[in-house]
């Protein structure tokens, strides 16, 4: 029997169907395809992982058949209902670090997160709005001592203006220190779990849509009692209370803006399997057309965004001194490209819940 037969058999005997064997795997639905049209061929680690799977020999799955498997040394003597004890169990708990169970070939097993998808989307989420929020926590610091617009004159007034550069880079720090290594952690499990799951159900998305709804309605809130703070009472201390206002709405916009977008799984998977989905079906075809031109949208809102944020910041730098005068708050140059960024972060979940609606 071929390679491409005995990974059939194997699945069939499980009842697994292509999109389980890849999770487990750590690889695309369409390679698993690939591999059984004989299409493409695993590596030797993939091969090793199948093995250590289905409880089978490396001779047995590429040269032989996973039906009868050799017996290098068998004993004559070895009863047959010690044979199935030893399969069953092989079956039941694999070998090796890696194993798991499978399902059995007349057990029908719902989706489950065995990749760990759901936690990785909620810290994901958690790092970078934490991150983003400590970077306008920091300037919201630096408000407090300003001494040219109230803030507070900590021994000396140079000393004072110290404590605001230190403050801006604490906060930046803290939040590229968060940013940087979620980015980083999550194009890493891209990279190990090209494929996952569905195992959300509707009334996950609609409980997550609705905590986002709340959210919105919650940052606009907050940001609208920060301005009437500083409208009542324009100083330095009220203006620092409005950014923190500002720090919290945000962080509410990109935590739950984030987690939401995440749930769409089909869009998590496009991505890998974008360059064979036009081959499958004409419905696949629309699909892919559709989500194309949606992302067409996000890319061209947050090209604008980004745009508008570079032109006001280089404003700011060379013909307003470095500061971004807004009434009679100052901010440093930077602030647009922060603000944009957010907006940014915010505008593909936006789009996506204005789609299906």
Not at 332 to 346: D, Q, T
């Amino acid at each position: 029997m071929s390679f491409k037969t005995n990974l059939q058999s194997l699945r069939a005997q499980r009842n697994m169907t292509q999109e389980q064997l890849a999770m487990l795997l750590g690889v695309s639905r369409q390679a698993i395809s690939k591999w059984e049209s004989e299409k493409a061929y695993p590596e030797m680690d993939k091969l090793l992982v199948i093995c250590d799977l289905f409880g089978c020999t490396l001779d047995d799955l590429v040269l032989g058949d996973v039906n009868r498997p050799g017996q290098a040394a068998a004993d004559s003597q070895q009863s047959e209902r010690t044979h199935h004890e030893e399969s069953s169990s092989n079956h039941e708990s694999g070998t090796g670090a890696g194993s798991v169970a499978l399902p059995d070939r007349d057990t029908q097993t719902l989706p489950a997160d065995v990749t760990g998808y759901d936690q990785e989307r909620r810290s994901f989420a958690l790092k970078i709005a934490s991150g983003v929020a400590l970077i306008l926590c920091g300037v919201a610091a630096c408000r407090l001592f300003d001494v040219e617009d109230g803030g507070w004159l900590i021994a000396s007034s140079s000393f004072s203006e110290f404590l605001v550069t230190v403050s801006m880079f604490i906060g930046i720090a803290l939040g590229l220190a968060l940013l940087i290594p979620a980015g980083l952690a999550h194009s890493d499990f891209r990279r190990r779990h090209p494929y996952v799951e569905d195992f959300y159900a509707d009334a996950d998305r609609s409980y997550a849509l609705r905590r986002l709804g709340f959210a919105v309605a919650g940052g606009i809130a907050l940001i609208l009692l920060g301005v009437a703070i500083v409208v009542l009472d324009d100083n330095a201390f009220a203006e620092s209370i409005m950014l923190l206002c500002i720090a919290a709405a945000v962080f509410g916009f990109v935590y739950y803006g984030i987690s939401y977008g995440l749930l769409n799984i089909n869009e998590y998977n496009a991505k890998e399997d974008e360059p064979d989905l036009t081959d499958t079906s004409g419905h696949d075809a629309e699909t892919l057309h559709e989500r194309k031109r949606q992302k067409a949208v996000v890319n061209s809102i947050c090209s604008i965004i980004m745009a508008i944020a570079t032109v006001i910041a280089l404003l700011a730098l060379f013909g307003w001194h470095g500061e971004l005068q807004i009434g009679s708050m100052t901010l440093p140059f930077w602030i647009p490209w922060v603000i944009g960024g957010v907006l940014s972060g915010l505008t593909e979940p936006m789009v996506t819940v204005l789609h299906r609606r």
